[in-house]
């Protein structure tokens, strides 16, 4: 009865929270829009100070936008970004007392009975929910993955949080138009709530990859899944960072099938782990201990897009390889940025050269190109900030702010590895032979094989 109300009291607790953050925002917001009216701006580094402690006590869905946002140009105030891409998303697991009665309430009071073991504390814990190791009554080791209670109300209210970050934003002049960007980032959060959705994404990359030698998927176990329950089976590995130390080839090799988990999807079928992180990965050894490849985990955040927007991405990396100025416009013109003046196009372009720049350049070479991983895309970031600023705004279409975070997550997952590859090589073999009708009549296939909802477009 004592664990049962200390878990009735945290959940109070952090309902209030919730109320209390809201009004930190608010109150921060209303004081920063004051001085915009009269034309003062001497505290802007301490208002992203001041925002950054009243969105940190959430620890919750909105430092997953706060870590996106931080990573595309002129998104927020870059003081804004700086603060809030330094909160973290991790959350304190909740104790047994609540496990137990929400496990209860997606498998049913004999819910225990259903697993032959069943751990009880969390082995993670994130912003959305927590995992628990089990054992199957075949004897198979498990995963699962439960979600918090009330999180649709949590993940609502850091969505308006956010709302007024971008109406704040929108009274500073701002260099980027973000109102696609609140839509997009809207309808991910929400899908990551649905882990039904997210165990038919598993499935999809489970039947991509199926008998690859670099990439394992988990498998669902469906008769223990719910809508707010995924339990999948367990695959063991290491730690990415414990890797980081092994030889060149080892580190190699583990980057080598990052690279394929990410764009082979894409190229091939027009989806995207959207998540790629550190924590989403675990690398699984040879008989000899050595890296032999990865366990992709975490299909919550996903994206998938029509395959002109594939075309959009080859021909922008095309148009930058030989210098074809009029197919990088139309592979903007592609993407939905409209009305581009040529300053902006080469604004653009910065930015591009950033993110594509190791695909463009054929030879050996770490991601970063002997710049420290401190200063990895900031020189670049900054050039950007100064362009829209002079000749902004510029709307950012929908489909980029994912595909954006994403390849900066990889980038940043190369960079600890301290990998060397040729990626232009490795990006060619990628796209070599992609054909739209191919694309389409491939994805139409999958999707619909994996009960997943087709792209629009």
Not at 60 to 73: R, S
Not at 279 to 289: M, P, Q, R
Not at 419 to 424: D, I, K, P, V
């Amino acid at each position: 009865m004592i664990a049962d109300d200390d878990e009735r009291n945290r959940l109070t607790r952090r309902l209030r929270r919730y109320g209390r953050v809201g009004a930190n925002v608010g109150g921060v917001a209303a004081r920063i829009a004051g001085r915009r009216l009269f034309g003062l701006d001497p505290e802007r580094d301490k208002d992203a100070a001041s925002l950054a402690a009243a969105l940190g006590g959430l620890k919750g869905p909105i430092m997953k936008v706060a870590q996106l946002l931080a990573t595309i140009p002129e998104a927020l105030p870059a003081e804004y970004a700086a603060e809030l891409g330094q909160l973290q998303s991790q959350a304190p697991p909740m104790g047994w007392p609540f496990v137990r009665r929400r496990m209860a309430a997606e498998l049913g009071p004999e819910w225990e009975a259903k697993f032959g073991t069943f751990e009880h504390e969390a082995t993670a814990s994130a912003s959305l929910g927590q995992v628990h190791k089990a054992l199957s009554h075949d004897g198979r080791l498990l995963a699962a993955k439960l979600q918090y209670p009330d999180m649709q109300s949590a993940v609502e209210a850091d969505l308006a949080q956010l709302a007024v970050l971008f109406s704040l934003h929108r009274r500073m002049r701002p260099a980027i138009e973000t109102s696609e960007m609140m839509q997009e980032i809207a309808a991910r959060l929400r899908e990551e709530l649905d882990y039904e959705l997210e165990g038919r994404h598993m499935g999809l990359y489970g039947a991509i990859f199926a008998g690859d030698p670099l990439i394992r998927v988990p498998e669902i176990v469906p008769e223990l899944s719910t809508k707010r329950l995924l339990t999948m089976t367990w695959l063991s590995g290491g730690r990415l960072l414990d890797y980081t130390g092994r030889s060149l080839d080892e580190r190699n090799r583990i980057a080598e099938a990052i690279f394929r988990a990410w764009w082979y999807p894409f190229s091939r079928y027009g989806v995207i782990h959207g998540d790629p992180h550190l924590g989403n990965y675990t690398v699984f050894e040879d008989a000899s201990g050595k890296a032999a490849g990865i366990n992709l985990l975490d299909y919550g955040c996903m994206r998938s897009f029509a395959p002109k927007f594939i075309q959009g991405v080859v021909d922008l990396y095309r148009g930058l390889l030989v210098g074809d100025r009029a197919l990088v416009v139309h592979a903007y013109d592609t993407w939905g940025f409209g009305g581009l003046s040529n300053e902006l196009i080469d604004i653009l372009n910065i930015w591009a050269k950033f993110i594509y720049g190791p695909m463009l350049d054929d030879r050996v070479r770490t991601i970063a190109d002997e710049v420290s991983p401190g200063m990895y895309g900031r020189r670049e970031a900054f050039r950007v900030h100064q362009g829209l600023r002079d000749h902004g705004p510029v709307k950012v279409p929908r489909e980029f702010v994912f595909m954006d975070r994403a390849a900066i997550g990889l980038g940043g997952v190369f960079l600890h590895l301290g990998a060397e590859l040729n990626f232009h090589r490795l990006f060619e073999e990628t796209i070599a032979g992609v054909d739209l009708a191919d694309v389409a009549g491939r994805q139409r296939e999958a999707f619909t094989a994996a009960g997943v909802p087709l792209p629009e477009g």
